[in-house]
């Protein structure tokens, strides 16, 4: 039964931590810088909102992440992939500039994916609420019910997040897949030997969120033990 229990565990590890493992591999991989390519990732990330005629996006340097922000129609690259000149740099800045052709477009994933957004932000305050109120709730009111309700509560809330995770995916694979790596091929900006390995660097891109809906997960599991 202990073997068992190792094995299982293991397993568990894996599945939540792999993913994340394996896309900082990919990012990393490819991250040598390139004598051969014309720009930085930030360049090129200007060069294809002026293509495109993105009016109003902005590039700019983020220490906190790549990412869109269509608040601000703002691509946000980290250091590394804003005057990077590698293979990751660059696919990384096409998949950014997907997100902002969706927003330009007025795509529905985007868009739906905004609104959860707000809505996570929102619920997992009100979570973070019921967690620390549960404990003192359920002493003054003296009932496991009260106790295990508000606990119970504040699951489901965390349950949102993965939820939005999960919605986000397929707009993330339309921006790796259906946008950067058309444009990176069509648009001649990458070698044909270069277009498997950026294949590589935008798969991970678009999986970054799964890894994080697998961390949520993590963090739901460790609240429903307490239920039982």
């Given at each position: 039964m202990a073997v068992l229990g190792l094995l299982?565990?293991?397993?568990?590890?894996?599945?939540l931590f792999g993913p994340q493992l394996w896309i900082s591999h990919q990012m990393k991989k490819h991250a040598t810088p390139r004598d051969d390519f014309p720009g930085?990732?930030?360049e090129l990330a200007e060069h294809l909102a002026e293509h495109f005629e993105l009016n109003g996006v902005g590039v700019e340097r983020f220490e906190g992440g790549d990412h869109y922000d269509p608040e601000?129609?703002?691509?946000?690259?980290?250091?590394?992939?804003?005057?990077?000149?590698?293979?990751?740099?660059?696919?990384?800045a096409a998949h950014e500039i997907g997100h902002a052709i969706q927003?330009?477009?007025?795509?529905?994933?985007?868009?739906?994916?905004?609104r959860l957004v707000g809505w996570v932000v929102a619920t997992d305050k009100i979570a973070s609420i019921?967690?620390?109120a549960a404990p003192v709730l359920g002493a003054v009111i003296r009932t496991p019910a009260a106790f295990f309700g508000l606990?119970?509560?504040?699951?489901?809330?965390?349950?949102?997040?993965i939820l939005v995770h999960l919605v986000t995916l397929p707009v993330e694979y339309d921006a790796s897949f259906n946008k950067a790596l058309p444009i990176l091929k069509e648009g001649g900006?990458?070698?044909d030997e270069d277009l498997g390995h950026a294949r590589g660097v935008l798969k991970a891109a678009a999986f970054t969120y799964v890894a994080q809906a697998l961390t949520s997960l993590l963090d739901l599991a460790r609240w429903i033990r307490i239920l039982r």
């Open positions: 299982a565990a293991s397993i568990g590890l894996a599945v930085t990732g930030g601000t129609r703002t691509v946000r690259l980290s250091p590394d992939n804003f005057d990077g000149t590698s293979l990751t740099a660059v696919a990384v927003h330009h477009k007025g795509e529905r994933g985007l868009a739906l994916r905004q019921f967690f620390l606990i119970a509560t504040g699951v489901l809330l965390l349950g949102i997040r900006y990458l070698k």
